[in-house]
Structures are given as structure tokens and as C-alpha cells.
């Protein structure tokens, strides 16, 4: 069983849509939970960061963890262009002291 | 904004030669990483270091594989005799330790290219 598992997609919406991504990991020994954006060529740039189960609110983004079920969610409100690319979670059993294990991605395309 | 940087952006060499890839982490942090993505492929950890030893590896840092901190600010990965299938991006990432909530994460390079022909 993969470590942590993320649709590949891809993702096509149109501009101002909410979009909703999502993952599952399979052990639960993992407390920290992130979401990075990549584009094409490009480093992973830190987005959101969770610590242990509930919601985090930024701006337009908001990631949500359910330990019970092990799920990890990405929402986007009023979604734009620029936030067309790959957008990876990823799971780590510490802050930052500790190797980041990541999804595939998910490839999101917004629509003008 | 700090960020982190790295070393050259693409690197050709040839089969069997050494690669050396230098990057220079956010200044305060004290955790640093290499990890790698072969193209079309999801980011894989390589290693990481802290305190001026590596910490943890992965199955991939085998021997032909080495880190330094060689002075306060540069982080380097070196690839002794480099092999057809150690063509990818590797990036950087260095962290800080828990503290503002803020803070908290790793914080990746912009990636060099590393082509091996």
C-alpha cells in the first residue's frame, strides 16, 4: 500500500470555481500535513501546513485533515488561472526535522 | 522573503563523471534536505542533514551519493560516477526547528536539472 495516494488527474474547471483536491495516507503514526504547488519545472512552494487533525484557513485556500479516515483535503475558492499547476500533498511525522513523503500530484487546469 | 537557492539551474554531464550540486539554504534554519523527480514522477527523499550529519537516507542515497555543509551558508550534493537513471531535478530544502507555527515546514530550491548523457 503507497504511503500516501493522490489522483493524478487531470484537473480542468472553469475560472471562479471551487475546486477540491484530496489524498489519503495509509499510517496513521503521521501528525504533520502539508500541500505544496509546483509548477512545471519548478520547486515545490509550500502553501498550507496542518498539524493533527481540523481546518486551516488562508485566504482563498483552506486544507482540512481527518485523522480518522486518514484523508487530506485541499479547497480553493474563486479559483484563478494562475493557480493552474500541480499541486502535491504530502505527510511527515515532524515539523521539519523529518523527510516529507509526497503524493503524485494532482494536475489542475482553470479555464478563462 | 528568504528563500533558498541552488546551483547551477541544469547540469549536463556524462556517464560515469562526478556532479556536484550546490545549494544555499534560508540562513536560519538548521534541518536540510535533498530530494529528487525524475521527470514525470513524483518527489522522492534523498536525505537529510542536521548538525553536520546526515540524520536519515533514503534507498536511493547509496554510495555514489555524498552531502557536505562545507562552510556556514553551502549545502552540497555529490554524485561520484554518475549513472544514465540519475537524470532528474533535484532540489533542496532546508527547515527550521518547530517554534511559530508560522515557521513551521521545509522550504524547497527552485531545482537543478541534472542531465546525464
Known amino acids: 500500500q503507497k504511503e500516501v495516494e493522490q489522483d493524478p488527474g487531470p484537473l480542468s474547471v472553469p475560472e471562479g470555481a471551487i475546486v477540491s483536491l484530496n489524498c489519503t495516507y495509509s499510517n496513521s503514526a503521521f501528525q504533520y500535513f502539508m500541500w505544496y504547488r509546483q509548477y512545471s519545472r519548478k520547486g515545490p512552494e509550500l502553501l498550507m501546513y496542518?498539524?493533527?487533525?481540523g481546518n486551516k484557513e488562508d485566504g482563498r485556500f483552506t486544507a482540512q485533515v481527518d485523522k480518522s479516515s486518514k484523508y487530506i483535503s485541499l479547497f480553493i475558492r474563486d479559483s484563478q488561472p494562475s493557480d493552474s499547476a500541480t499541486y502535491l500533498c504530502a505527510i511527515s511525522s515532524h515539523s521539519s526535522a523529518s523527510k516529507i513523503i509526497f503524493g503524485s500530484g494532482t494536475r489542475l487546469s482553470i479555464r478563462p | 522573503e528568504p528563500e533558498v537557492t541552488q546551483t547551477p539551474s541544469h547540469q549536463v554531464t556524462q556517464m560515469g563523471q562526478e556532479v556536484i550540486l550546490r545549494c544555499v539554504p534560508i540562513?536560519?534554519?538548521?534541518?536540510f534536505y535533498w530530494y529528487r523527480q525524475i521527470l514525470g514522477q513524483k518527489v522522492e527523499f534523498l536525505v537529510s542533514f542536521y548538525n553536520n550529519e546526515i540524520s536519515e537516507k533514503s534507498e536511493i542515497f547509496d554510495d555514489q551519493f555524498s552531502v557536505e555543509r562545507p562552510d556556514g551558508s553551502n549545502f552540497t550534493l555529490k554524485i561520484r560516477s554518475t549513472k544514465l537513471e540519475d537524470s532528474a531535478m533535484y532540489f533542496c530544502a532546508s527547515g527550521e526547528p518547530g517554534g511559530s507555527i508560522l515557521a513551521q515546514g521545509q522550504y524547497f530550491g527552485p531545482g537543478t536539472r541534472l542531465t546525464v548523457t
Open positions: 496542518t498539524y493533527s487533525s
Open positions: 540562513s536560519n534554519h538548521l534541518y
